[in-house]
């Protein structure tokens, strides 16, 4: 019973509307480098899950509104970022490093050991 | 009946279009400097008796490198924001962080004090703000 109302509580987290930060995803020889900007959001506030193949980076806009402010106009009218993705196979998720700083977030998800290019020496006989 | 275009154009194209006139109908305010989403920083604006809040989106931007005016009842917010470069043999799958110098301009009402400016950047977003003038201040008045 309680089990089915926390699914339907993340079920609901997962329907609210959120912003799609933007990203830059780069490839290298040993792993990827995601950057997302998530301007507002406090390290607190960060979110990052990784559940089998899927990475989840969510956050909370907090700003600092004086009381009784009226907003005229508005580019950022939703409170939290959310951006999902599917990992492939050779990315080795337990190896995800992430920073955060001004806004920014930086992971690299290395690929696993023996996904990583290997050099075929070929031999002459 | 069905509608033909005269030059068939790509799909997405034509999805850009749309997405763009909806936006036309939804943004009510048809400003000369064309308010454009998708700016950067993204910018929300609001107000209280007191003061003007200005919300700056920089993302990932040094301090040093922003330079905030006002100028003759315009706000101008400028800077740089500077992207790590891309090593050697690696390839970008997804490309949509703003690089490079930006400058956006808002106008500003007009009982602003610019000698009362509050600037802080916090992160990622710059907080601008600016007090109104006294006299423009709702009062209370006592009845004797």
Known sequence: MSENVTTKQAEAARQEAAMLPPVDVIEDAAGITLFADLPGVTRERLNLHVDADTLTIEGQVLLDVPDGMEASHAEVSLPRYRRVFTLSKELDPDKVEAQFDRGVLKLRIPKAEHAQPRKVEIKVA | ?144
């Open chain 2, 1 to 144: 009946m069905m509608y033909r275009s005269v030059f068939p154009r790509d799909v997405f194209a034509e999805l850009d279009r749309l997405q763009r006139e909806i936006q036309q109908a939804v943004d009510y305010s048809p400003s000369i400097r064309g308010i454009g989403r998708g700016g950067f920083p993204a910018m929300n604006i609001g107000g209280t008796a007191k003061s003007v809040e200005i919300f700056a989106f920089a993302p990932g931007v040094d301090p040093a490198s922003l330079d905030v005016q006002i100028e003759k009842g315009v706000l101008t917010v400028a800077g740089e924001r500077k992207v790590d470069p891309v090593p050697d043999k690696a390839s970008i799958h997804i490309d949509e962080r703003f690089a490079g110098r930006f400058r956006r301009v808002v106008s500003l009402p007009e009982d602003v004090d610019a000698n009362n400016v509050h600037a802080k950047y916090r992160d990622g977003v710059l907080h601008i703000s600016i007090a109104r003038k006294e006299a423009s201040q709702p009062r209370r008045i006592a009845v004797q």
